[in-house]
T-cell receptor
């Protein structure tokens, strides 16, 4: 089983600044890594797949990088609508698995 | 427009059963894997189960194996999750989610329903 670990658990960032979120896999998942955003009371929304490809309609301020075991989601020029919880998910191995999430809050 | 609409949640006693449904529209249902993901109150996302397009392959999390059964009716564009022997720790919002294909590394999710809440309590 691949365990996904996200850090930090909470990230306090000011509007307009950059947020850097980390996701680590307990074994290699190649580039089979997705990122989701979830706002309170809403379903998750796909942001990134293939570790670095933005999903349809996702602003360019969201970028993903990494491969193997270490991945990063970067949100540049944070907007008010970006404050949310972010999850990574590996789809390289069964069982599929999510990280525990990083909450991005207003500083 | 892709739409996923879950139903079937509710308050159920420990040991009880529920059948969750997810009605899909706006895409060729049989051509995509479908997945159930749950979220306990205030907690993170947990993958539960996936079924491939023709229903021939199914996968389960260890936490639900032997108690939950995923199925689909492609003629009705509907996904199901039969949940038996419910425990308090099964209390969660259950989301259905659409995969992006039906082979290879396609088990990430481009569309999600709004979820249905199952509460297990006496």
């Amino acid at each position: 089983e691949v365990v996904m670990t996200q850090s930090p658990a909470t990230l306090s960032v000011s509007l307009g600044e950059r947020a850097t979120l980390s996701c680590r896999a307990s074994q290699s998942v190649d580039s089979n890594l997705a990122w989701y955003q979830q706002k309170p009371g809403q379903a998750p929304r796909l942001l990134i797949f293939g570790a670095s490809t933005r999903a349809t309609g996702i602003p360019v301020r969201f970028s993903g990088s990494g491969s193997g075991t270490d991945f990063t989601l970067t949100i540049s020029n944070l907007q008010s609508e970006d404050f949310a919880v972010y999850y990574c998910q590996q789809y390289n191995n069964w069982p599929l698995s999510f990280g525990g999430g990083t909450k991005v809050e207003i500083k | 427009e892709v739409q996923l609409l879950e139903s079937g949640g509710g308050l159920i006693q420990p040991g009880g059963s529920l059948r969750l449904s997810c009605a899909a529209s706006g895409f060729t249902f049989s051509s995509y894997t479908m997945t159930w993901v749950r979220q306990a109150p205030g907690k993170g996302l947990e993958w539960v189960s996936t079924i491939y397009g023709d229903g021939g392959y199914t996968y389960y999390a260890d936490s639900v194996k032997g108690r939950f059964t995923i199925s689909r009716d492609n003629s009705k564009n509907t996904l199901y999750l039969q949940v038996n022997s419910l425990r308090a720790e099964d209390t969660a919002i259950y989301y259905c989610a659409k995969g992006v294909g039906n082979s290879g590394y396609t088990n990430y999710f481009d569309y999600w329903g709004q979820g249905t809440l199952a509460t297990v309590s006496s």
